[in-house]
């Protein structure tokens, strides 16, 4: 073969593979407005209200007999999302690479999760109940259809390119959440002159994030394509024995199963300030629907840039010193948010830009960081325990959060009592050596990591 026709091919390989990253890239901005106008912005306040409006004299709802105070019962309902996520991403993680057809994975779970979220337009009245089950089934589709979508990291993007590459994907998701909270924004402080009430506002923003995930879902699916998978010469495990399957895998590759320890723990911290944050702003200082949705806006645009500048600096830095540092500035985050007044939108949309720089960022290097950890032809059995973490595993949180509440009634104590996952998500971190866990995993080591 001429040395003209291998780099023919190599071109034409680099010119699909980019090709492939285009496509990626929207499904990030599909599904990322669900995580920001749902479950960051609107869904928690007003399920709390609804929940509140169906509470007795003393304040509690009673799901399946349970007393449960109104105010919590968002938070517990994001747990009982994630425990639902357990049971069904090791069994969608199986599928992805013994049979190596993601795309019709990725769909189902993408159409379902945005037929739920569409479905939250009949969220109203004392219907709290239909508003958690709505929500156990968006929040278990969305992670499944993640574990699928960052298996193909692995596969489209060359070991010096993640970075980069992860960073992107999460700029394109907040650049669409942003978009899409400047029309949300307009509708609900407008809706008096549309001729709908706040109610009416705030269900059609819900179920507009649900047709959003739906419709650009296409791009993805038309550009990615399916792999045949490696055969392993051995059955096909599913559920729970592909997970343990998984875990006992990882136990030979003891640096990767730390990483994904200390993953577990601040990522935990992470998405219970994204899940829980417009209560914390709505019921503890008091401010108002169109303050909240003002400040993850701004999240979102500044979290376009903290992603991709930190992406940057892990290019000089590496991904794991870049991460460290984003959870020394999470920590502090979190510590002045205890400490913010009420009724003062300024120090909250402060606190909004804080997150915002790092929010991005520490997502897109943490998964990059571990599509290095990850052995070839295993991309979606690891990637379903790295979701896990992600969002499978992160119940702790949201139940410390909404018992701190239920116990002292505070919601700053219930803020601050994330501080302990990203202190001890650093500490188990700074431990893993990365470069010696890429080394085990079988790949090449990148020249910064």
Not at 82 to 101: E, H
Not at 334 to 352: E, I, R
Request: hydrophobic fraction near 50%.
């Amino acid at each position: 073969m001429s040395t003209e026709t291998v780099r023919a091919g190599a071109a034409d390989e680099a010119v699909g593979r980019r090709r492939e990253q285009r496509g990626w890239y929207f499904y990030d901005w599909a599904c990322s407005v669900y995580s920001t106008s749902v479950l960051t912005v609107f869904l928690g306040p007003y399920l709390t209200a609804v929940a509140k409006h169906a509470a007795d004299a003393d304040g509690f709802v009673h799901p399946l007999g349970v007393p449960v105070r109104a105010g919590s019962f968002f938070a517990y309902a994001v747990s009982a999302s994630v425990i639902v996520s357990i049971f069904v991403m090791p069994l969608a993680g199986a599928a992805a690479d013994r049979g190596g057809r993601k795309k019709p994975l990725l769909a189902a779970a993408a159409y379902l999760g945005a037929a739920a979220t569409t479905g939250m337009f009949f969220l109203h009245g004392d219907r709290y109940l239909l508003g958690g089950l709505l929500l156990i089934v968006a929040n278990a589709s969305l992670a499944v259809s993640m574990v699928v979508y960052n298996s193909y990291l692995p596969q489209i993007a060359a070991p010096e390119e993640r970075d980069a590459v992860s960073s992107r994907g999460w700029a394109f998701g907040y650049a669409a959440g942003s978009l899409v909270l400047i029309a949300n924004l307009m509708l609900f402080t407008a809706h008096d002159s549309f001729g709908l009430s706040e109610s009416t506002a705030v269900r059609i923003c819900l179920a507009s994030a649900g047709v959003w995930w739906g419709a650009f879902t296409l791009v993805p699916l038309k550009r990615l394509r399916d792999r045949r998978a490696p055969s392993t010469g051995q059955p096909s495990a599913h559920g729970w024995r592909q997970l343990a399957a998984t875990v006992r895998d990882m136990r030979g590759k003891p640096l990767t199963l730390s990483f994904l320890l200390a993953y577990l723990i601040y990522n935990d911290g992470i998405q219970t300030v994204i899940s829980q944050a417009s209560v914390y702003g709505s019921e503890e200082l008091g401010l108002s629907q169109s303050t909240l949705i003002v400040a993850v806006l701004l999240v979102q645009v500044l979290a376009v840039g903290g992603a991709l500048g930190m992406g940057r600096l892990a290019r000089t830095y590496g991904a794991k010193r870049t991460i460290l540092g984003s959870l020394v500035a999470w920590t502090l985050t979190l510590g002045a948010g205890y400490f913010l007044p009420a009724g003062a939108p300024v120090w909250f949309f402060v606190l909004a830009s804080a997150i915002g720089l790092v929010l991005g960022g520490s997502q897109a290097l943490s998964r990059s960081l571990f599509s290095h950890l990850v052995p070839q032809g295993k991309e979606a059995e690891y990637f379903s325990a790295y979701e896990m973490s992600d969002r499978g595993m992160s119940w702790l949180g949201p139940l410390l959060f909404g018992l701190t509440y239920q116990l002292t009634g505070s919601y700053r104590d219930a803020i601050i009592s994330l501080v302990a996952f990203f202190v001890i998500g650093f500490v188990l971190l700074a431990r893993v050596q990365v470069r010696q866990a890429v080394r085990d995993a079988g790949n090449p080591v990148p020249e910064r990591i």
